[in-house]
Nanobody
Framework: QVHLVESGGGSVQPGGSLRLSCAAS????????VSWYRQAPGNQREWVAT??????PNYLDSVKGRFTISRDNDVTVHLQMNSLKPEDTATYYC?????????WGQGTQVIVSS
């Protein structure tokens, strides 16, 4: 059973930045793609970005140019979030896209407010 732990969330003003991290309990990110999702209160969970093992990222249109997904190594993935907007407020989750199923972290909350 792979365990994922997100960190780095917090409260920031519009235009600010945060760097989220996702740490895996074992080496997996070099084998399977990893994604970030987010869920705002009252909304469905929304896909944000995915990075494949060969380093090809994909992004939700509304975050393109502001968010960057990256891998430090095979156990740590980051989501750098710049120029944050109030509509980015949500709980952010990382997900390992394993062929055995998806593994989710517990989430980290991001609040963008003045």
């Amino acid at each position: 059973q792979v365990h994922l732990v997100e960190s780095g969330g917090g409260s920031v003003q519009p235009g600010g930045s945060l760097r989220l991290s996702c740490a895996a309990s074992e080496s997996m990110f070099d084998r399977w793609s990893v994604s970030w999702y987010r869920q705002a209160p009252g909304n469905q969970r929304e896909w944000v970005a995915t990075e494949t093992p060969n380093g090809n990222p994909n992004y939700l249109d509304s975050v393109k140019g502001r968010f960057t997904i990256s891998r430090d190594n095979d156990v740590t993935v980051h989501l750098q979030m710049n120029s944050l907007k109030p509509e980015d407020t949500a709980t952010y989750y990382c997900k390992l896209n394993s062929p055995l199923g998806g593994y989710w972290g517990q989430g980290t909350q991001v609040i963008v407010s003045s």
